[in-house]
């Protein structure tokens, strides 16, 4: 799994963070985002759902097309809901092209979309960090909630890493540290992908224990 994530790291090496030519790569293709249509009600959820009124295209820092079709059902969040006291108003301006994009993916409604799963998942959230970037987003708050989705977001068609075993209690732990190292040393995106799956059997056996390099910082 290092290996496959040593490639991935390869391929998309340039980010939206540094990117200076963004005439074909990192911009989205319309907008701004609109919603159309009534409130929906999802069964297991508080908060009202809108469909949004205009398709949104989102070209990535490898020069990856990403679509959030019309009607595209999203709360303007996407972090989920267990990780909101780590990352604040999850419902900001900054967020919402984003957001829209990965829901068009990957969130709870969508899945009569063309769109809905037809990419890798661990691509869908780098694609969310990317367009967070881009839609404004400080690249650290990004990063923190890069984190979030990849620890408590949807992990389809791929059982090996599935952590929907995993309790809350866990993954809020989990996603704490993570977080503290963020602030501590703030890695790139790729070395947060690979935090996450360097402690993921740890965290499936429920074994997972504060990580030394935290420790390390307080000693020095």
Known sequence: MPEIIARRAEQVAQTCLGLANRETRCRFIGGPLEMQGQPVFLEGFNQAFLPT??????????????????????????????????????QSREYLMAA????????????????????????VHRMFYEALLVNGTPPHKAKLMFAAVYLGGPRWDDPVRDLSGVTDEALRQELDWCLQWIELKDPPVERIAAWMTEREAALKAGTNVRPAVLDAQIDE
Do not use: K, M, Q
């Open 53 to 90: 009124g205009v398709e949104i295209d989102f070209i990535d820092a490898s020069g990856e097309t990403w679509t959030a079709p019309r009607r595209t059902l999203t709360d303007g969040a996407t972090i989920p809901p267990i990780f909101a006291p780590f990352i604040g108003d999850r």
């Open 100 to 123: 829209a994009l990965h829901d068009a993916y990957c969130g709870v409604g969508n899945d009569d979309l063309p769109t809905w799963r037809t990419r890798r998942w661990e691509d």
